[in-house]
């Protein structure tokens, strides 16, 4: 099995042997680099308004677990990305902090819905229903992407950063890698070779990896499978 996956993996490495090894889609990714935010510049995320530093800090982090979310349910399609398994592993090793950020969002709902009104109850029930507006505010922020295959590959790497961050630190991430994720979004593409949105994989092949291809000592058999 071992010398399966070394051919099929030198077959890949073939057929990429130009592009870097974190480079799903591209030659040469656009850069993304943006400056560490706050939580209140414009076209950011989902508006705060009146929000404390604490509570602009709280939504910065629960902007990030819902792109990551986002970003596991659409990039699936690309299994190299861990999409999934970084998500789950974010959410299982920052959950402290990831609920902190809950609570906190959902006091600052209360407070605003309190200011409007003198009843306690009604204030109440009018926090939950703005917090429930500002989730769906940002997952649909973050569901209308320009470049599918961009904004895949940068979730991917900041999910990366998120599982190694130590815990508690989890909005450090979000401050200065939430420009980055954003910048994401847009309809760029290939930056080697202009007019290209991506790398054509389509027609990259493997070998077969059914057991009658292959011999005990484990060689490829061509006689029983055709060409390797």
């Known amino acids: 099995m071992v010398a399966r996956f070394i051919c099929g993996l030198l077959a890949m490495m073939t057929a990429i042997t130009a592009a870097p090894a974190s480079a799903q889609f ?4 656009p850069d993304l680099a943006g400056a560490p935010v706050v939580g209140n510049e414009p076209g950011l995320t989902t508006p705060l308004p009146g929000a ?7 939504g910065l982090v629960w902007s990030l677990r819902a792109a990551l979310n986002i970003a596991a349910l659409r990039c699936q399609f690309e299994p190299t990305l861990l999409s999934v398994p970084k998500y789950n592993a974010m959410l299982l090793d920052h959950q402290a902090e990831l609920k902190e950020s809950l609570d906190t ?13 003198k009843a306690k109850a009604k204030s109440s029930r009018s926090g939950v229903a703005g917090l429930d507006q500002y989730g769906t505010r940002l997952y649909s922020m973050f ?4 470049s599918q295959y961009l904004f895949c590959q940068t979730a991917a790497d900041i999910g990366y950063a998120a599982i190694i961050a130590p ?28 007019g290209r949105r991506a790398l054509d994989m389509s027609r990259t092949r493997f070998p077969r990896f059914d057991p009658r291809c292959w011999t005990k000592q484990n060689y490829y058999d061509y006689r029983a499978c055709g060409p390797f």
């Open 105 to 117: 969002l959902s006091k600052y709902f209360n407070r605003m819905a309190n200011a409007k009104t």
């Open 26 to 29: 591209f030659f040469k990714s």
């Open 143 to 146: 569901s209308n992407v320009g």
């Open 167 to 194: 815990r508690g630190k989890l909005y450090v991430v979000a401050e200065t890698r939430m420009r980055e994720l954003r910048n994401g979004m847009q309809l760029l593409g290939e930056q080697a070779f202009g």
């Open 52 to 58: 404390t530093p604490v509570e602009l800090r709280a």
